[in-house]
Structures are given as C-alpha cells and as structure tokens.
C-alpha cells in the first residue's frame, strides 16, 4: 500500500461515516445540543467537512469546494466565507442549521477533491513543508495526518450526539 492509497483510505472512512451520522436524521435531530454550549451533529460535520476543504485546498493550491461549487450559498450561514468554524461561539455554532442531505453532498464533494489530491502525490510528496509558522515546520504528510485526526474525533463526537438521540 502506497502512502496515498493509506491517506485516501483514512479520508474514505470520514466520508462514510459521515454519511452515516446524518442519515436518516432530520434539521431538528441534526441540530439538537445535548447541552446549551454543546457542538451539534450539524455543525460537527460542517465543521470537519469545513477544515478538511481548507486544509486540504491549501496544500493542493486550489479553491475550496465550499466556495468553487456553491456550497456556501447552499448552507446560507451568517459567517465569511473562509470561516471553518474554528473558535466560534456558542451562538454560531446554534446558528449551524442544515439537512443531512446537504451536510451529506457537500462532505463527499470534499472528499472527492480530496482523495483527487491525494491520487497525485508520491512518497516524497509528504515531505514538502506546507507551514512554516511551526517549529518544527510542518509536512504535508504531517499536514494530512492532522486533518484525518480532527476529522475522526468530530465525527466520534457527532455519532456519540446521535447516539444520545437514540437514533
């Protein structure tokens, strides 16, 4: 197995699950907070299908998906459209409506440009510094890794929301 046939496998099992999270759950279910300060199932996976598009756009030097195929539009939320999610407020994160067939579309139109990304890249590829604002700077695999990790533990976070649901 090649690195980005092991990359594209961690990204696949995002998008699956998800899928999975969402499905079948509808707006009210999607944006049910456990708790008042709690982050919802909708927002969990805009937010990790938003880092991931960032991140991944970065490195690849392209446009985002939420911007370039109208996602941002679709969603219609109140935030800038480079907006991730990242240090926002209880309150934006209540402002996180959407259904699960849009959260669904726009996750796999991530993903897709994703693992398109990742098809092109060889072993070495990984070791090109992407950041240097850290110490030490940071690779691209290091770089992908992180966004696999962020990703997986929102979408922890967001099957444990639905399974509060009993759904």
Same mark, same amino acid.
């Given at each position: 197995m090649t690195p980005a046939e092991l990359l594209t496998d961690a990204f696949e099992r995002i998008v699956e699950?998800?899928? %999975?999270?969402?499905?079948?759950?509808?707006?009210d279910q999607l944006a049910h907070r456990p708790s008042p300060d709690a982050n919802s199932i909708a927002w969990l996976v805009w937010h990790l299908a938003r880092v991931q598009d960032d991140h991944v756009a970065d490195v690849a030097g392209t446009g985002q998906v939420w911007t370039d195929e109208g996602f941002r539009e679709r969603f219609d939320l109140p935030f800038e459209a480079g907006d991730i999610g990242y240090g926002h407020s209880s309150d934006d994160v209540g402002r996180?409506?959407?259904? %699960?067939?849009?959260?669904?579309?726009?996750?796999?139109a991530v993903h897709a440009r994703?693992?398109?990304h990742l098809a092109g890249l060889s072993?070495?590829?990984?070791d090109r510094i992407v950041d240097e604002r850290?110490?030490?700077?940071?690779?691209?695999?290091?770089?992908?890794?992180?966004?696999v990790n962020d990703d997986a533990q929102h979408l922890g976070q967001a099957a444990y929301v639905r399974g509060l649901l009993g759904a």
């Open positions: 699950g998800g899928r %999975a999270v969402v499905a079948d759950l509808d707006d996180v409506r959407a259904g %699960a067939d849009l959260l669904a579309a726009y996750l796999s994703t693992v398109a072993e070495a590829d990984l850290w110490d030490p700077p940071v690779t691209l695999g290091a770089r992908l890794v992180s966004v």
